[in-house]
């Protein structure tokens, strides 16, 4: 029985190389928004956009972008992907990853705007010398490795494009405006950004004085399973939902590990996340090379698959993906987990959830 679904494979392969070409960075509690009234970056910034938002068509080569370009009310006008994009309808085109493009196939489009992440070594040469003759506006991103880079792809705390006077036409880096920027949608941005902090940070009230079980998350059942490692934003939400990351002194931010050294790990539990694979079943099968190791995760029924379309995506869903790591892993805080994953980011959460819990 094949334990990682075939479709699934390419997809962490596509996400475990962007992961490594990124940088590690040392990961802390989420910040708060920054203040509104602060003095903005004085980068250059493309030139009026008279445009109207109806008229966008914007392409978006990586799910967390496409993700936020949803939130931001741009469903419609997303009119092509990239691959792997488990977000997007599947009828939407898709153009390749983001190191081989199908540029004619992009063209056609017609895109205004392309959102995309990228390596150390930025957008394609080919995609910037189109974005600088006219032809879109071109915002090439770094991998996030943390929750506050993830939340700069929505809300780069800067001035909509649109106010903006400037011929650029292409931003790359940390400097790159966010989407909310990009796309005129300045305070609905910063809106969701604020309500999916206080989210996370409510997480973290509930389960900031409990034990800190050590947990183990994976990205494949075969062995050598491959975990997370510090330096990503799993790593960061598994702190905010009250976890101990089991890989955290590995020496790469992506290790593997075969049965002997998962022995030697002994994690309490292990949270395998596996997109769009069936939920999990008792006894399930295809945790048999798991549960039949001597360890406390296998001792105490604490390995759990978690198959959330988003689970893997650094967006806006990083709060129900931290809901869910600290349910499976302090499950008597089901009930006050329930309001902060399930109330939208366009509401805010009801007043009867306890602002601090332990």
């Given at each position: ?44 910034a493309p030139a009026p956009d ?67 992440l990228t390596g150390k070594d ?237």
């Amino acid at each position: 029985m094949t334990n990682t679904p075939q479709k699934f494979l390419p997809l962490l392969l596509t996400l475990t190389l962007t992961f490594l070409l990124s940088a590690c960075g040392e990961q802390s509690a989420p910040a708060q928004p920054a203040n509104r009234n602060a003095p903005q970056s004085t980068n250059a910034a493309p030139a009026p956009d008279t445009n109207p938002a109806s008229n966008y068509r914007i392409v978006t080569l990586a799910p967390t972008l496409t993700e936020i370009a949803f939130n931001l009310g741009f469903t419609d006008q997303v009119v092509g992907v990239g691959q792997y994009d488990m977000i997007a309808s599947p009828d939407t085109p898709v153009l390749g990853t983001f190191y081989q493009i199908d540029t004619e196939k992009l063209l056609s489009l017609k895109p205004t705007h392309i959102f995309m992440l990228t390596g150390k070594d930025g957008p394609p040469a080919d995609l910037t010398k189109l974005a600088d003759q006219g032809l879109f506006k071109l915002f090439a991103y770094s991998y996030p490795e943390t929750i506050d880079d993830a939340l700069q792809l929505l809300d780069s705390d800067g001035t909509a494009l649109t106010n903006i006077d400037t011929p650029q036409n292409s931003f790359t880096g940390p400097d790159a405006p966010g989407l909310g920027q990009a796309l005129n949608k300045t305070q609905l941005a910063s809106e969701l950004k604020s309500e999916l902090y206080t989210r996370l940070n409510k997480i973290m009230q509930l389960t900031k004085n409990l034990d800190k079980p050590n947990t183990l998350m994976i990205f494949a059942l075969a062995e050598p399973v491959m975990a997370s490692g510090s330096g990503s934003v799993n790593d960061q939400l598994l702190g905010i939902a009250g976890g101990t990351n089991a890989a955290a002194n590995a020496a790469i931010s992506a290790p593997t590990f075969d049965r002997e050294s998962l022995i030697a790990l002994a994690p309490d539990a292990i949270l395998a996340l596996l997109p769009d694979v069936n939920p999990q079943v008792e006894n399930d099968p295809r945790l048999a090379s798991l549960t039949s190791l001597p360890i406390p995760a296998a001792k105490n029924k604490q390995i759990f698959i978690l198959n959330s379309p988003t689970i893997l995506i650094p967006g806006l869903t990083m709060h129900q993906t931290a809901a869910s790591f600290a349910q499976s892993i302090h499950p008597n805080l089901k009930d006050q987990l329930a309001p902060i994953a399930q109330t939208p980011l366009t509401q805010p959460l009801p007043e009867s959830e306890p602002a601090n819990q332990n």
